[in-house]
């Protein structure tokens, strides 16, 4: 890995970085905020999943994240939404398919599979690429993330036992095999068989019998997407009958923006840090 | 004024407005954050002035500005940098120049005068449009920027003795009048009159016996801009002849960006609270 930019932030070095994907099979790339701790030793890490149309840039700019990175003495990984390049498929004309819609998953179909392996990209080869070059702690990290990017947490958390030590989301779509964005990815990465799409469908594994570690989930009211994209009362209604522990906060008047991530950004950190401490 | 936009943001309201102005006879747009206590009572007012290339949102997104504003109970007034519309003046194919670019002063020369009257719409009739729309206290005010606009905050801090409660800037620029964007705006919109230009220098008003109140300036060492363009050792130094109070801070190894900005925006919040409450 390569890196190619780093900017002094709150002590530490908000840093970005380009590598070869093995996963995806094309350049990708990542910023990873390290913390003033890691100048002097080893730190754990919380991995945040954007949204659509999102790359490493919405976070690092617009999250206020690092702050509280800073006080609590943490990296930040901020990993793209989608394989990239000329050479991968794409539909241009649709910001929620293709290039910025990866959905974190390991797609099936051609011309996708080629590239589109986001979940072991996440899961594997970016932590094994970042642990052996960066002053990260070995496999000690928790995992959040934003809309697509609040769905890439929460299955990674369930399909994943012990490889994250916590689980939060902001506005993800809890059950995406019941919402249009979902459908629409779900058939073209994966194809016809539904029992594959269940495989990457928070809601569908909690029913399915994974158990969550405890979660924590913040959902604006005023959230345009709400009633449609992301349906958390499917999730939380899935986890109350697998008798799981989950926390949802119905935050009111807020919206689906990074404005939102932004006011509660920081309690969220929080809880990420006690469970990355003990 | 009218309401154009309302965002939900750490409690308060991100709100954008437009109205036609007097001033600059153009519709201009802005946005003001108002913390949660202005639900219930009115507040004091920061009036944040952006760089070069900047609109009303990139500090509104990026500096992380709103959480400490909830905090202290006071409201972000985020102007725009120019006049804007298709009957502006502008120069398209430059950054440092026409819109985007006001230099916050009052042009004198066609056919720039007729709409880059930046000064007198920071300094007069935007505070009068919000005090009597918005639940701020008349004339309770403190002001702050960056770039450009940490100049556009110092001239008015030193021009208006009494209006502002306190002033401060990051990687403001100090000496217009000896850097290259400072020359070629002053002499497109001011002309060739140098007297003209030293009312809107930093430097030069302290050095003509203008007083500031107390003022704080965070500076990054590695700023790309700092050799050239910023020259905040000019302002010190009329500030040591002048025998007036300053406090400027190398901050070492940042940059010019915003995550500087949102290093130490929370220090100056703080600051500009200290000067609001007395």
Redesign the interface.
């Known amino acids: 890995m390569k890196q190619i930019e780093s900017?002094?932030?709150?002590?530490g070095w908000?840093n970005r970085y380009e590598h070869e994907s093995t996963s995806c099979h094309c350049k990708m790339t990542f910023s990873v905020y390290l913390p003033p701790q890691a100048a002097t030793e080893k730190v754990p890490a919380l991995y945040w999943l954007s949204g659509l149309t999102c790359t490493d840039d919405n976070v690092r700019?617009?999250a206020?994240a690092?702050?509280y990175a800073a006080e609590l003495g943490f990296a930040l990984v901020m990993p793209d939404t989608s394989p990239r390049g000329d050479a991968v498929a794409d539909i241009p004309e649709r910001y929620d398919l293709g290039k910025g819609a990866g959905f974190y998953l390991n797609a099936t179909q051609a011309p996708w599979a080629q590239h589109y392996q986001m979940y072991d990209y996440i899961n594997v080869e970016l932590p094994e690429l970042i642990e052996a070059h960066l002053p990260l702690v070995p496999g000690l990290k928790s995992i959040s993330g934003h809309s697509m990017g609040g769905h890439g947490a929460l299955i990674c958390a369930l399909k994943e036992p012990g490889r994250y030590r916590s689980v939060s989301a902001f506005s993800p779509i809890c059950h995406p095999v019941k919402a249009p964005w979902g459908e629409v990815c779900f058939s073209t990465y994966l194809g016809d068989d539904k029992n594959l799409w269940q495989q990457y469908d928070a809601t569908e594994l909690v029913k399915a019998g994974h158990k969550p570690m405890p979660a924590l989930i913040d959902q604006?009211t005023?959230d345009e997407f709400l009633a449609e994209q992301l349906l958390p009362q499917d999730f939380v209604a899935a986890c109350v009958q697998q008798g799981v522990s989950i926390q949802l906060r119905m935050q009111d008047?807020?919206?689906h923006?990074?404005?939102?991530v932004?006011?509660f950004i920081?309690e969220h950190l929080a809880y990420h840090a006690r469970a990355l401490r003990t």
């Not at 900017?7 to 002590?11: A, D, I, L, P, Q």
């Not at 923006?257 to 939102?260: A, E, G, L, P, R």
């Open positions: 900017v002094k932030e709150f002590g908000l700019t617009k206020g690092q702050r604006g005023a008047g807020y919206d923006s990074y404005h939102f932004a006011s920081g």
